[in-house]
Antibody, heavy 123, light 113 residues
Framework: QVQLQESGPGLLKPSETLALNCTVA????????WSWIRQSPGRGLEWIGY???????NYNPSLRSRVTISVDTSKRQFSLRLTSMTAADTALYYC?????????????????WGQGKLVSVSS | DIVMTQSPDSLSVSLGERATINCRSS????????????LAWYQQRPGQPPKLILS???TRESGVPDRFSGSGSGKDFTLAISSLQPEDAAVYYC?????????FGQGTRLEIK
């Protein structure tokens, strides 16, 4: 059974940096791409970016200047770092598994989701 | 970015009846080289993360009842749920994976009367 679990702080002040970890169980990290997706009433579901198990990344251009996603396969974890947080970044942050590439054709739909980590930004 | 627009925003349908949810993309998500539509549907029940129910616009995931069906091609898609059950009350999202950034529709809330 595949399980993903987010961890990290739930409350930040404006301008601080968000750092979340996701621990993966029940599947090899080489099987999928590993994404962060956030959900808020104002923005709906927003894909932040992904990492492969090799560390290859792809970010949403809307957040690219502020985001870093990294992977540590020895710990079975991948991580999100989002700088310069504002109230607009308040959301439920999900770590997600899904995505495949075959013969250079890739597709990213999302099979496995964590329960989500609520992150609030307030002074 | 490809914009996904769902309609309606919400609907209320009687138990045992059929519900249909529409999704329109701003660009075609039909990939010419494999003739597949890069479109997925998710179900999100209250307090739960989204759950993948259909990929490739019409392929049901394992364990998803055959009451759920997807249709459409190119830019226009439909999710149909027949013989509605109480557990089908949820918000449904479409998602395109034709191009990055992948994008989601705004969601359609389904209420069971």
């Amino acid at each position: 059974q595949v399980q993903l679990q987010e961890s990290g702080p739930g409350l930040l002040k404006p301008s601080e940096t968000l750092a979340l970890n996701c621990t993966v169980a029940g599947v090899s990290m080489s099987s999928y791409y590993w994404s962060w997706i956030r959900q808020s009433p104002g923005r709906g579901l927003e894909w932040i970016g992904y990492t492969s198990y090799t560390g290859a990344t792809n970010y949403n251009p809307s957040l690219r200047s502020r985001v870093t996603i990294s992977v540590d396969t020895s710990k079975r974890q991948f991580s999100l770092r989002l700088t310069s947080m504002t109230a607009a970044d308040t959301a439920l942050y999900y770590c997600v598994g899904g995505g495949y590439c075959i013969n250079a054709v890739c597709w990213y739909y999302f099979d496995y989701w964590g329960q989500g980590k609520l992150v609030s930004v307030s002074s | 970015d490809i914009v996904m627009t769902q309609s309606p925003d919400s609907l209320s349908v009687s138990l045992g009846e059929r519900a249909t949810i529409n999704c329109r993309s701003s660009l075609s998500v039909l990939f010419p080289s494999d003739n597949k539509n890069y479109l997925a549907w998710y179900q999100q029940r209250p307090g739960q993360p989204p759950k993948l129910i259909l990929s490739w616009s019409s392929t049901r995931e394992s364990g998803v009842p055959d009451r759920f069906s997807g249709s459409g091609s190119g830019k226009d898609f439909t999710l149909a749920i027949s013989s509605l059950q109480p557990e089908d009350a949820a918000v449904y999202y479409c998602q395109q994976y034709y191009d990055t950034p992948v994008t989601f529709g705004q969601g359609t809330r389904l209420e069971i009367k």
